[in-house]
């Protein structure tokens, strides 16, 4: 584990949010999936936090951030949301929030997404996310998650 620099969208998205005392931390193992997370950060696997992006029937991407412990139950999601929803494609992904799968922030995208978060998930104190690229994450407090994407309570999405 090394301390890092996010790439530069994400960096700037931490000075727009005041998180600037966020550190960036790259596992040369990887951090693709949340049990390579928490194997590499020596935390329990529902303390990471996946960022799984989403596609509406109306093509409108949907951003779940999930429990790492959890799946998303895609017919909670698509119950919430009124409308039916799959699982983004790579190129979408990448088009939507300019990061790869596997390396997906909670915020700092390319474009504007409508986010949910995990009820779960924001019962804990701090937890670990991707950090812009499949090896990198950062921690932070479910407090500063909630006021950086706007989401004011978690939803039950989970499988």
């Given amino acids: 584990m090394k301390k890092v620099s996010p790439p530069q969208r994400l960096q700037n998205a931490f000075s727009e949010r005041n998180l600037d005392h966020v550190e ?40 779940a951030i999930m429990n790492g412990a959890d799946q998303v139950d895609l017919n909670k999601v698509a119950s919430l949301l009124g409308l039916s929803i799959r699982k983004a494609d790579a190129a979408e992904v990448r088009e939507h929030t300019g990061y790869a799968i596997g390396g997906v ?11 949910l978060i995990d009820e779960k998930l924001l019962a804990k104190g701090t937890i670990w996310l991707a950090a812009g690229t499949p090896s990198t994450v950062f921690e932070l407090g479910t407090s500063d998650l909630k006021r950086v994407t706007g989401v004011e309570a978690g939803v039950d999405i989970a499988a």
């Fill in 24 to 63: 960036v931390f790259e596992f040369p193992a990887g951090t693709r999936t949340a049990a390579d997370a928490a194997n590499a950060i020596g935390c329990d696997i529902s303390d990471i936090g996946k960022s799984l992006v989403f596609m509406t029937e109306a093509s409108r991407p949907i951003l």
């Fill in 105 to 115: 922030p909670p915020f700092g995208h390319a474009h504007p997404i409508e986010t």
